[in-house]
């Protein structure tokens, strides 16, 4: 009912920037949340930052806090994630998630198919 399309990923040297983009389209008036992860080959999908829908607060795991940037254009129902100082452990395929406030879940249940981040050395 929700469908998420990550875009802008790519291959940049350690200490580059790369902005993601992500758009959102369906049934989206009732959004909850919109939000980043990422994850690694081998390892466990991880929080990244989001924002809740309503209020705007975003959210962001305190180790990229410094580096990384959350923002939302709430009219086109997108959201960004502006990635600066990119290290080599940034490498990961990021993935779009939204809580859709469809499911009366609490928890994000639509994904995007995710966008390739890879940080050279």
């Known amino acids: 009912q929700v469908q998420l399309v990550e875009s802008g990923g790519g291959l940049v040297q350690a200490g580059g920037s790369l902005r993601l983009s992500c758009a959102a389209s369906?049934?989206?008036?009732?959004?909850?949340?919109m939000g980043w992860f990422r994850q690694v080959p081998g390892k466990e999908r991880r929080f990244v930052a989001a924002?809740?829908?309503?209020?705007?607060?975003?959210y962001y795991t305190d180790s990229l806090k410094g580096r990384f940037t959350f923002s939302r254009d709430r009219a086109q129902n997108m959201v960004f994630l502006q990635m600066n100082s990119l290290e080599p452990e940034d490498t990961a395929v990021y993935y779009c998630?939204?809580?859709?406030?469809?499911?009366?879940?609490?928890?994000?249940?639509?994904w995007g198919q995710g966008t390739q981040v890879t940080v050279s050395s």
């Open positions: 998630a939204a809580d859709t406030g469809i499911n009366w879940t609490r928890d994000y249940d639509a």
């Open positions: 369906g049934r989206t008036s009732s959004l909850v949340a």
């Open positions: 924002v809740n829908w309503s209020s705007g607060k975003i």
